[in-house]
């Protein structure tokens, strides 16, 4: 596909468009969503951002940081989702990806067998758009931006 430069019209016939959750705020309120239907029971997060700090060349899309604390006599916990801002200007269904990645390590620390269980529980097409998204930082690679 990219030696005849059909992977841009490719993911552009699969993704149409990239989603409108432009910041951090409404990313918040996605993240949420999906969180309260299929994992209302874990444990909060404190913090859900867009991290331009992400290199997704490295294979990170997005990051599920723990952090334990003592504060006094109590010990606080911290769950944070990062999504990296390559991710602003994606199709919604990338981005669901990666939340519902980072949303099973609230209940599965480790990728193994029940992690991506769940993965799939929460997104049925899980592992076809882990790698269409995967197809998509190719393309943006490649210097082919795909959306305007």
Do not use: W
Not at 48 to 68: E, K, M, P, Q
Not at 92 to 111: S, T
């Amino acid at each position: 596909m990219i030696d005849e430069n059909r992977l841009q019209p490719f993911l552009l016939d699969k993704y149409p468009a990239p989603h409108n959750i432009a910041n951090d705020t409404h990313l918040r309120e996605y993240v949420m969503a999906i969180k309260n239907t299929y994992l209302k029971k874990s444990e909060p997060l404190s913090k859900i951002v867009y991290d331009s700090r992400i290199h997704v060349i490295n294979n990170a899309l997005g990051l599920h940081t723990f952090v334990s604390r003592v504060q006094g006599d109590k010990l606080k916990s911290k769950n944070e989702i990062r999504v990296s801002t390559v991710f602003k200007k994606a199709p919604e269904a990338f981005l669901k990806m990666i939340v519902v990645h980072e949303l099973a390590h609230l209940r599965e620390k480790a990728h193994n067998k029940n992690f991506y269980q769940l993965c799939e529980h929460m997104l049925p097409d899980y592992y076809q758009l882990e790698f269409d998204a995967r197809l998509y930082l190719i393309q943006l690679e490649l210097g082919g931006g795909m959306y305007g």
